[in-house]
């Protein structure tokens, strides 16, 4: 069999058998130990081990069960319920003010979140029910808790970006800065398009009747509750761009700050801290289970000198075309993110796309965005995006939305999401110019 | 004969869920460890050497002893399109059939894990860092970690053949 051959064979056998819907972990950890064994015998038999041990050569990994901690506490503390109650009350007035509102308020909880499930499971469970009884528009409102969930994958902190920085050997710090612009304009994009649409048709985002309206001092009474997490989002993020925290230390600020502010808040009791702590065990361990195992099918690939096979093939379909190569690794980007899981693709994937693109001259910086806007739209797109199944668990019996109504609901946003795509991508400068303003060498 | 394997099933459920609830502890010794480091290095100007890889150690510790309770009450995720479909008598069949793929991960894990923590013991292996610890402590609760797994991972399998066998479930 050639070298082709048996790399083609891996990956598509890897993809077959995660249909069966034995754990990912399992799936790419088997197919990756029979194929070491297979190529070199018992000289592969140390590769799994190897590469299960290697988390201690990777230390931003240790960042992930800190954000999914802070994620997970200022949620189930009530933070965000206080959040949209002061939405609520500052842009109920508006025609589809909530639905604007609506967004803001998950990209304020992506820049607490490191994980891309806290946003649409925060804005799903308390804002579109809300929005519901507001007489607003199904299909509208369950798009833009879908779509607005996704931009934890842009805004920092963002755990798709450490991964993609680690593999990528960039700078993390500059990849949050990378992704930040982008990830207002997406924010932007939708907040327009939901003021257009509501605007034209007042049925789809009615205004709260006059009489419900708040009064002023209501309304600086809610601000009130918008400084803490303020400060906290500072703390994070501020003391890691001007350099006095490693991005490791800013994870246990983070994890920390979560937990004063909920005990100020007076809602923490051992009920909620014990699923707290268990939620974010398990998501840690399941992504760092996926993490290694994916390590361990990158390394075989990489023994088979895959990166020259995908560098070939991609060649020799794009006629050498710099940019012809780079739109295909896109769309290879968006088919393969709708059955594999994003950890597993990234791991996969970008070290065989990333020595490439150095290659071709372009900014692996830049290109980390346009990987995370990618995943993004893999992650609304059926049939295999994760927020469908999140939404299927979230949405109230009662409300009426079917699973067609959810697959639906997202092709606006995905509309939205390509112009962004395309907008970052005929302009570098929308990606680089934030940490070329943080940063002297950014490549 | 059904009664000794329901025990031994139940038994393995009840050490991954009770070291699971230790475990999910150790996300404050990660916070205190990373937090010290920051006060002092910027109140008492005196950065610790050991406090990443120490760090990274607990970490360590965190997923891979916390990975049997998340194994058993299904948090490793699985891409359940079609598996969410079937009855439980045939998702317990392709789970048997499936099964391979999880052993021999696991077990290739462990024989590499001993050759592995054979090397550290034997030559007194110690980290390339100033602070230096010995690397077998945390290559054995790799290994452990990795073994606990397994154990969780059979557990399954014994009630999913039970489950494909008798059509009814073993717990």
């Not at chain 1, 009747?209 to 997490?229: C, I, M, T």
């Not at chain 1, 990333?354 to 990618?374: A, C, M, Q, R, T």
Request: aromatic share 12%.
């Amino acid at each position: 069999m050639s070298v082709e051959m048996i790399a083609f064979f891996m990956f598509t056998s890897m993809l077959l058998l995660l249909l069966t819907g034995r754990e990912i972990f399992a799936v790419i950890g088997g197919v990756g130990t029979i194929a070491a064994l297979f190529l070199w015998g018992l000289g592969g038999e140390d590769m799994p081990f190897i590469a299960g041990y290697s988390f201690m050569k990777w230390s931003p990994l240790l960042v992930i069960p800190l954000f999914v901690f802070m994620g997970l506490t200022l949620q189930k503390s009530g933070m965000a319920d206080k959040l949209f109650h002061a939405i609520y009350i500052w842009m109920g007035r508006v025609k589809g003010g909530l639905g604007m509102g609506t967004v803001g308020l998950c990209a304020l909880i992506a820049t607490m979140s490191g994980e891309s499930a806290a946003g649409t499971v925060t804005a799903g469970t308390i804002a579109l029910p809300s929005m519901l009884k507001r007489g607003y528009n199904k299909r509208m409102v369950t798009g833009l808790v879908q779509a607005g969930g996704a931009l934890g994958f842009l805004i920092p902190p963002s755990i798709v970006f450490i991964l993609y920085g680690m593999i990528a050997k960039v700078s993390i710090g500059q990849l949050w800065l990378a992704g930040a612009i982008p990830g207002l304009i997406l924010a932007t994009l939708y907040i327009v398009y939901i003021g257009i649409r509501c605007a034209l048709n007042p049925s789809m985002g009615p205004p709260i009747p006059v009489d419900e309206r708040a009064s002023w001092g209501e309304k600086l009474h809610a601000l009130v509750f918008g400084v803490p997490p303020l400060i906290l989002i500072f703390l994070v993020l501020g003391l890691l761009f001007m350099g006095v925290t490693t991005i490791i230390e800013c994870g246990a600020i983070g994890a920390l700050g979560a937990l004063i502010l909920a005990a100020m808040n007076r809602r923490l009791n051992w009920g909620m801290m014990r699923e707290i702590l268990d939620e974010t065990m398990m998501i840690s361990s399941m992504f760092i289970w996926i993490f290694v195992t994916a390590i361990l099918f990158s390394a075989v690939f990489d023994g088979l000198g895959a990166i020259h096979i995908v560098e070939k093939f991609l060649n020799s379909l794009a006629g050498g075309n710099r940019w012809g190569i780079m739109i295909i690794m896109q769309l290879s980007f968006f088919l393969m993110g709708m059955v594999l899981d994003d950890t597993a693709m990234l791991l996969i994937v970008a070290p065989l796309y990333i020595p490439i693109v150095k290659d071709l001259g372009f900014s692996p910086v830049w290109y980390g965005v346009l990987y995370v806007l990618n995943c993004q739209i893999a992650y609304l797109t059926p049939p295999f995006g994760y927020n469908l199944f999140i939404m299927r668990g979230i949405v109230p019996k009662d409300s009426g939305i079917t699973m067609g109504i959810i697959y639906r609901s997202v092709i606006p946003f995905v509309i939205l999401q390509i112009i962004c795509l395309i907008l970052v991508m005929v302009f570098p400068q929308l990606a680089l110019w934030l940490p070329e303003v943080f940063f002297a060498n950014v490549i | 004969m059904v009664d000794l394997l329901r025990k031994i099933c139940l038994t393995i459920d009840f050490v991954s869920h009770q070291l699971g609830r230790l475990t999910r502890l150790s996300i404050f010794v990660l916070i205190g460890i990373l937090m010290y480091e920051v006060v002092s290095r910027y109140l008492f100007n005196s950065p610790t050497v050991w406090s990443t890889e120490m760090a990274a150690m607990v970490f360590g510790f965190y997923f891979l002893i916390g990975g049997p309770f998340t194994l058993l009450h299904g948090g490793h995720v699985r891409m359940d399109v079609i598996y969410s479909k079937w009855s439980p008598r045939r998702r317990a069949l392709v789970d048997v059939l499936t099964f391979p793929l999880m052993a021999a991960y696991l077990t290739t894990f462990m024989v590499g894990g001993f050759h592995i923590v054979n090397y550290a013991l034997k030559f007194k292996q110690h980290s390339m860092s100033q602070w230096a610890p010995p690397l077998a402590p945390i290559e054995i609760v790799t290994l452990v970690g990795g073994g606990l797994l397994l154990l969780q991972a059979l557990s399954f399998f014994i009630r999913d053949l039970y489950m494909v066998i008798t059509g009814r479930s073993l717990v």
